[in-house]
């Protein structure tokens, strides 16, 4: 951390400011130039990261040296974070995997008949809300428990992965016995609670990026996880609220090279939510391939007139199984396999 002193910074402001944070055993150098004096923290500045040192009287600014995330920073980890899922299904590496299914789990006899059908298409998960947080009351909210197990029959049947939502940290031990990985929410990225929970348990965890969040706020809240001891993270970019409104969100495509940039962890694309709109769900998701996410997460329905929820944004099997060949090949042109 540098600071920055004003012109009229006194002896007696400088030596507040050294004292109180020598407080905290840190060591601090000063630098006198001819306009500025500037001072410099020597060591871990997290604990200054409450100190409102604007606030001291001589200081002009504060510059803050190291990124306030720790765990999910590249810089702690060089290698790609893989996830292996229990059914031996890598993320993060050279294979692009394919969570694909309904928005909501409806009844056994559908989710079946998807799962059979994005298994045969080449999806490795299969992805359906048990607990779904819907913007309105009034729609429908998930079949709770009941969905649960027909995930969990879905899973015996196939061999699929299965992801799903979890809401309330209460549950989180509770879908953990029926997951192979726990979806995060959009809407409840900052829920903080929620996301140590999630950090105390041993199973994969995907982190929706909140509606309105910065990628900043983003790792920090994947940081949640890491520091309760839980390393198997992956984002999901879903698209974030922005002035255009021809789509249901902004796929916010930047994010995943910059994501795999500064993180270890592997990225995910939801073109489903982010669009909005079954029609662009083919080009985004290529988009997405090619910009290096590790996977997709993709909303199908043999029948999405019969859907519960999310019906615009659903694809058919057999768009879902023509858009899987079209990704493969794009994949071997970009050295991953499919
Ligand atoms: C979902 O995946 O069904 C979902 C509710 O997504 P999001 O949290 O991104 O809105
Ligand atoms: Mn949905």
Known sequence: MIIVLKP?????????IKKDIESFGLKVWVSRGEFRTIMGVIGDETPLRDMPLSLYPGVEKVI???KPYRLVDREHKGEDTIITLSTGTAIGGKEIVVMAGPCSVENRESTLKIARSVKKAGAKALRGGAFKPRTSPYSFQGLGMEGLKIL????EETGLAVVTEVTDPRNVGLISEYADILQIGARNMHNYDLLKEVGKVRKPVLLKRGLSSTVKEWLLAAEYILNQGNNEVMFCERGIRTFE???RFTLDISAVPLLKKTSHLPVIVDPSHAAGRKDLIPAISKAAIASGADGLLIEVHFDPLQALSDALQTITIAEFS?????LRALASVLGRKL
């Open 245 to 247: 409104d021809s789509t």
């Open 322 to 326: 023509q858009l899987m060949e079209e």
């Open 64 to 66: 803050p040296i190291l």
């Open 8 to 16: 009229e910074a006194s002896e007696e402001n400088q030596e507040r």
């Open 152 to 155: 969990k029959e879905a899973r």
